[in-house]
Each structure stands twice: as C-alpha cells, then as structure tokens.
C-alpha cells in the first residue's frame, strides 16, 4: 500500500489506517525509536502513541510524505518519553551525541545556553544554508540519531569522510552561533 | 535543559530535511579532477582554433609598399603575397644560406611571393629576374628553394630570395624594388618585434 492509500484511509477514518500503517513502516519506526530508548518495550511504546498521534492529527494535517511525518512524530514521542524518566536512565548515547553538539557552544554548563525554542530556530536557520550533503548527514547523526558506521553504510562512503562532514558542519555551527551572537 | 536538550529541540526541523535524508545515495559533487581535464581540453580547442586562424602567426610590423600593390592589410592579414605582389622580409638573425646576420648592420632579407602553390609555379621566374636585377645593383642574394608546412599541415614548396643588406641597401630597397617592399624586423625571438621605418 502506497502513502496516498493510505492517507486516504486516514481521512476516511477508517481504522484499518493504523493497521496497514505498523505493516508498511512498523519495522523502521520501531528500530528508529529503539536507537534512542534502548528499551523494546517503550520503543513499541512509542510506536503506538505515534500511530495515536497520526490517527489524531490526519486528515487536518495532511502530510506531503507519510514516512517522514511518521518519524517525526515517533522522534517527538520518544523525547517525551526520555523525559518521563529519570536522567540517569536517558540512554547513554543520546547523551552523548548531545554533547557532541553541544561542543559547538563555548560554555560549559547547558543551563547557560540559548532555550530550546532559541536553539531550534538558529540550527534551522544554519542547516538551510549548510551543502545538502552535509545536511544530510548531520540530520542522520542528530536528529535519526544513527552511528557513524550506519551514516557510512548507509550512504556507502567512508567513515573518515562522515566524521570530516560533521566535525566541519560543527565547527561552521560554532562560528555561525558566535557571529549571529547567540551564545 | 535536560542532557538531550539540543537533540530534542531538533525536533522542529522541515519535513523536507527529513525526507532527502531518506535517499540512499549522497548527492553528487562535481568531480574536480573531471571539471579541471573538461576545462583543459577546452582550452587546448580554444587554442587550437585560435592557432587555426592564425592569430599565433607572427605579424608584420613594419610594411611600406609605396610602389607594391600589396598593401599593409594584405600583410596584416597573415596570407602570403597575392600574384603580383612582392614581399621584402628581413629578419635580424636568419640564416640564409649559411650565414647569419650578426649585428644590426647586416639584414638578412627574404623576397617571397605568394605561398599559394600556383602562384609559386607562377613567379618562380619572376623571382629569379629580381634577384638578378637587384644582385646587378649591388645586392648579395641568393634564390632559395624553401620546403613550407602551411597553417593546416600541408606541404608546399615554393622559391624565395635571401641575402644580405647593409642599412643602406635596406632603404633604399623600397625605392630599388619592382615590387614594393614588406619589412619585417624581428629583432631576438620570435614573440618580440621593433617598428623600425625604414
């Protein structure tokens, strides 16, 4: 089944909408939240309220591609089930990965840094004039939250070549926050 | 903020970031090595057609046909005398004969006629008489049967005169010529020329 089919049983309301829905991307959304909640359970979990989620929000928002609203939806949920817990449970490598972001900030302390909304809004603004190539890559880094072996094998290019993509589009991220005087 | 803050405010970013991340394949740069040898071979055609046309041929500096029917532009033009015409070239440092002009008192000098074969054929004779005429005036010249590459390769094969003229002989040669005069200073190499009025 195709996303328009089923985009059209979403606005039918028809419930069979969520059924063919887990057996067209159930597989990846489910993998995609596992990466980040290291937890089957919450990670089917979070599959289901993405379901939820897109049974609630179409046909009033219509999106142009299902998959990506799909991910975007179970990326939300996921953070929001991150926050349920406690810190110390937050998955290790999430942690991580932020705080390979976060070294494009000069401060030290995160409380010291802009307010999400703030953050959001200028790493938007600086990804829209960043190459493709390197956009592509930094989204599969932090916003799929994927390796650098799977950005690799995934784009079939060298590990080395992922690592320079991210570490420059990080250093530009730097010099565009100080210039733009947002840290 | 939380310890995945960052992370989290990514959430808002455009759908369409989203979905390209989807390709499987990185989009394609432009090879430099293949966009360097694409210009290269661009330039060696540009070159190639500019040389075609002659614009790398050397051009006469100095032309003063008072008496010739050639005229400056027929010499501008690159093109050998038209039948009829007469050419004096004399260069600083050629060898004719044998010998080289050494110093700027002694020119070699070249008579050439048209380098079309035909006219060639045609004022071969009319070659042999100036330079007898001139060699009774005191000239020291010498007929020349030259072999020639012209501009697109093919042979040719035609007579000139050469020899060797003090500043005196050199003067009045347009004044002595039957057939006008086309002086032709290349004074060291072949890229640099001097006007010089005779």
């Known amino acids: 089944m195709n996303d328009i089919d089923l985009l059209l049983l979403y606005a039918a309301r028809d419930e ?13 959304l489910f993998r995609f939240a596992l990466r980040m909640l290291h937890n089957a359970e919450d990670a089917e979990e979070c599959v289901n309220d993405t379901y939820r989620k897109a049974w609630d929000t179409i046909p009033e928002t219509m999106p142009q591609n299902l998959r990506a609203y799909l991910f975007q939806v179970c990326r939300f949920e996921a953070f929001g089930k991150l926050d349920k817990q406690h810190a110390a449970k ?4 999430l942690v991580e990965l932020n705080e390979e972001l976060a070294t494009c900030l000069p401060h ?36 799929f939250g994927e390796s650098i072996s799977e950005i690799a094998k995934r784009y079939r290019i060298g590990e080395s070549r992922v690592k320079t993509s991210l570490h420059r589009a990080r250093n530009k991220l730097r010099h565009y926050l100080e210039k733009e005087g947002l840290t | 903020m939380s310890n995945t803050a960052l992370l989290e405010s990514m959430n808002a970013m455009p759908m369409a970031w989203i979905e390209e991340c989807e390709n499987d394949v990185l989009p394609k740069k432009p090879n430099v090595w293949k966009v360097g040898a694409a210009a ?13 046309c002659g614009a790398f041929q050397r051009q006469p500096t100095v032309v003063t046909p008072e008496n010739s029917i050639g005229t400056f532009m027929s010499a501008s033009l690159a093109r050998g005398p038209y039948p ?5 070239s004399i260069w600083l440092g050629s060898d004719i004969n044998n010998r080289k002009s050494t110093d700027n008192l002694v020119y070699c000098v070249e008579i050439i006629f048209s380098t079309e074969q035909e006219h060639i054929n045609m004022n071969r004779e009319k070659t042999k008489a100036e330079c007898e005429r001139l060699a009774a005036l005191g000239y020291e010249l010498y007929i020349e049967e030259k072999d020639w590459i012209g501009y697109w390769g093919e042979p040719k094969h035609y007579t000139t005169v050469g020899g060797f003229l003090s500043v005196e002989q050199m003067e009045a040669l347009r004044e002595v010529s039957q057939y006008g005069c086309y002086i032709d200073f290349a004074m060291s190499s072949f890229e640099e020329y001097t006007r010089v009025e005779p």
């Open chain 1, 16 to 28: 069979a909408a969520i059924e063919e829905t887990a057996a067209v991307y159930g597989d990846s």
């Open chain 2, 84 to 88: 009829g015409e007469m050419w004096y």
């Open chain 1, 90 to 93: 937050r998955s290790a490598e």
């Open chain 1, 108 to 143: 030290t302390s995160v409380e010291d840094m802009l307010d999400q909304k703030e953050w959001g809004e200028a790493l938007r603004k600086f990804l829209e004039n960043l190459p493709k190539e390197q956009r592509m890559i930094f989204m599969r880094r932090y916003w």
């Open chain 2, 40 to 52: 290269a071979a661009c330039a060696c055609v540009a070159m190639g057609a500019l040389f075609a």
